[in-house]
C-alpha cells in the first residue's frame, strides 16, 4: 500500500522547493510520524529547509547541533 494522499502531497511540495513543507517532511522523518524515523532524511531535509532560510529550521539546526556539541564536550 502506498503513501496517504497527504504525505503525497508534502513530498511534491517539498520536492518543488516550498520550504515549509521541507521542514515538515524533516519533522515526520525526526518523529517518525507516518514516516520509519530516519535521521538522515530529516536532517537532508532540515538543511534544504534552512538553506531556503526558513527560520524554524534554522532555529532547529542551531538547537540540534548546539545539543551535540554540549554532549561531546560534557564527555571529554
Known amino acids: 500500500m502506498g503513501k496517504p494522499k497527504k504525505l503525497r502531497i508534502l513530498f511534491k511540495q517539498a520536492k518543488m522547493g516550498k520550504p515549509h513543507q521541507m521542514y515538515a517532511l524533516a519533522m515526520r522523518y525526526y518523529e517518525g510520524c507516518g514516516l520509519e524515523e530516519d535521521m538522515e532524511q530529516a536532517l537532508y531535509w532540515m538543511n534544504l529547509a534552512a538553506d531556503a532560510g526558513y527560520q524554524r529550521a534554522l532555529d ?9 556539541d554540549a554532549a561531546v564536550q560534557a564527555y571529554s
Open 60 to 68: 532547529w539546526l542551531a538547537d540540534y547541533y548546539f545539543d551535540d
